[in-house]
């Protein structure tokens, strides 16, 4: 778990690096002019895709943590015919 979580922080440090630069692109001369439905319908959008990723992120958590408990297991033994 030591090296997951370092990875997450390294991370989570480069894009937080990197917002900046994105920033740079955003021309704020201009303002939002579209209306209320427009707003919605974009939330809407928003809401559907956040809801999709949640199960998508508690599936991938939950076959990771199988998999490192299986690559932890001890191999059974397997003999044919031997006492």
């Known amino acids: 778990m030591k ?3 370092t990875s ?4 989570t440090l480069t894009l ?3 917002s900046p630069a994105l920033a740079a692109y955003v021309d704020t001369s201009r303002t939002y ?3 209320i439905l427009i707003g919605l319908f974009l939330g809407f959008c928003a809401l559907i895709v956040v809801m999709q990723l949640v199960p998508s992120l ?3 958590v939950a076959f ?3 998999a490192m408990a299986k690559r932890q297991a ?3 033994r397997q003999g ?3 006492r």
Do not use: D, F, Q, T
Not at 8 to 11: G, P, Y
């Open 80 to 82: 044919v015919g031997v």
């Open 64 to 66: 990771i943590r199988e």
């Open 74 to 76: 001890k191999p059974r």
């Open 33 to 35: 002019s579209s209306g």
């Open 58 to 60: 508690m599936m991938l």
């Open 8 to 11: 997450l922080i390294a991370l």
């Open 3 to 5: 090296p997951l979580k």
């Open 16 to 18: 937080l690096a990197g």
